[in-house]
Every structure is written in structure tokens, then in C-alpha cells.
């Protein structure tokens, strides 16, 4: 089945600095890249995804990239504010919407 | 946020005892989810359903069942509970159908302690 990792298991900057979080997956079959973020004793929620057909997708401060050759992808986040830190998750799927997760990334912003 | 919610938030039991958590929703979703959460494991799916009376394995289903008689509910059932399932639990339901994006919604999840 799919598997999903996820690098770095923590990430540190300065507010106003950028961010990259980078995942890789196995099956090639997978063609949705959804990212989500977890705030302290939260819920996960959708931040932004892509689906096999694009190579990168933007929204204001965050975009991902695709590299389907490579079956890698990965979150950028750039002019990050406190509220940035977090928990993200990168995940894959192919079918049914049955998502994988990566392990996740610990983001702290420090102002 | 989506209407989902889980229950009990909180559960302390011994080991060796059957528990139940409960999902519901009400937006009437084809898709839910159970996954647990734990460090440095991030989200593992356990299983998942995909209409009622229909469920499927996920990547970590050893020890758990599921059950799915109606839309709105989805149990998830540890038949005799041990120590390595202590977790967060989080229940998630997701519409692939009449445009939905396919985007999860998570509940606020379950905290179950084995002891």
C-alpha cells in the first residue's frame, strides 16, 4: 500500500523567514496531495492540496509543488507570522479519498 | 465546522475491557474515517467506510472493528482493549460526490488511556 514520509519531524525559524516541508510517497497511482495543519489540541484542518494534473498550486503566503516523476511534493510557506506554528501533515491518495499521512512537521515561528 | 462530533472526548479504561467510541454526523457525508494520532506516528488510518454497511481496513486495523448501520454513525469498537491503543482518536468524514472537493473534516477527537 501507499506510504507516506515526511521531512523534517521539526523545522524552526524566524518570523519572516520561509518554511519548506517536503514529503515523498510510494505509489504511483496516488493523484491527490492534500497538506494539513494541527494547532495545539486542535483539529486538523485542510490548508491546501493538489491533484496529480498540476504541478504547483498557490494560496497568499502558502504553495505546493508537485514532482510526480520523482513521487515527491512539498509545502512552502513563505514571510512566516507566529501563527504558522504548528503541526503539518502531508498525505496521498488514490482512490475513495482513503488518505495516507506523512508523520508530520513541527513548525515553530520565533518572533 | 463540519457537523461531526465524537464521543466520549475523554475515556481512561483497563486492559482487557471492550470500549466503543461514537461518530456521528450531520452533513450527511458518504466517507468516514477513523484514524488515531500518535507522536512521531502522525495520522494512521485504522478503517474507514465508504457507505453504510460498507467499511474497508486501513493501515492499522489489528484490534479494532468498525460498524456503520446508519449515514450519520460510524463505530469504532476495541474488543478487548490494550496498553498500545492508547491514542487520540480522530473521526473524519469526507464527500466526493455532488462536488465535494474531498477535503476531510476531522472531529474534535477522543482520548483513550489503557492502563
Known amino acids: 500500500g501507499e506510504n507516506v514520509e515526511q521531512h523534517p519531524s521539526t523545522l524552526s525559524v524566524q518570523e519572516g523567514d520561509s518554511a519548506v516541508i517536503k514529503c515523498t510517497y510510494s505509489?504511483?497511482?496516488?493523484?491527490?496531495f492534500p497538506w494539513y495543519k494541527q494547532e495545539l489540541g486542535k483539529r486538523p484542518q485542510l490548508i491546501i492540496d493538489?491533484?496529480?494534473?498540476?504541478g504547483e498550486k498557490k494560496d497568499q503566503r502558502i504553495a505546493v509543488t508537485l514532482n510526480k516523476t520523482a513521487k515527491h511534493f512539498s509545502l512552502h510557506i513563505t514571510e512566516t507570522q507566529p501563527e504558522d506554528s504548528a503541526v503539518y501533515f502531508c498525505?496521498?491518495?488514490?482512490?475513495?479519498?482513503?488518505?495516507?499521512f506523512g508523520a508530520g512537521t513541527r513548525l515553530a515561528v520565533h518572533p | 465546522d463540519a457537523g461531526i462530533t465524537q464521543s466520549p472526548r475523554h475515556k481512561v479504561t483497563e486492559t482487557g475491557t471492550p470500549v466503543t467510541l461514537r461518530c456521528h454526523q450531520t452533513?450527511?457525508?458518504?466517507?468516514m474515517y477513523w484514524y488515531r494520532q500518535d507522536p512521531g506516528h502522525g495520522l494512521r488510518l485504522i478503517h474507514y467506510?465508504?457507505?453504510?454497511?460498507?467499511?474497508d481496513k486501513g493501515e492499522v486495523s489489528d484490534g479494532y472493528s468498525v460498524s456503520r448501520s446508519k449515514t450519520e454513525d460510524f463505530l469504532l469498537t476495541l474488543e478487548s482493549a490494550t496498553s498500545s491503543q492508547t491514542s487520540v482518536y480522530f473521526c473524519?468524514?469526507?464527500?466526493?460526490?455532488?462536488?465535494?472537493?474531498?477535503?476531510?473534516?476531522f472531529g474534535e477527537g477522543s482520548r483513550l488511556t489503557v492502563l
Open positions: 473524519a468524514i469526507s464527500d466526493l460526490t455532488g462536488g465535494g472537493t474531498g477535503e476531510l473534516f
Open positions: 505509489d504511483s497511482a496516488s493523484n491527490y
Open positions: 493538489i491533484r496529480s494534473n498540476v
Open positions: 498525505a496521498a491518495s488514490k482512490r475513495e479519498n482513503k488518505l495516507i
Open positions: 452533513e450527511n457525508h458518504r466517507y
Open positions: 467506510s465508504y457507505g453504510v454497511k460498507d467499511t
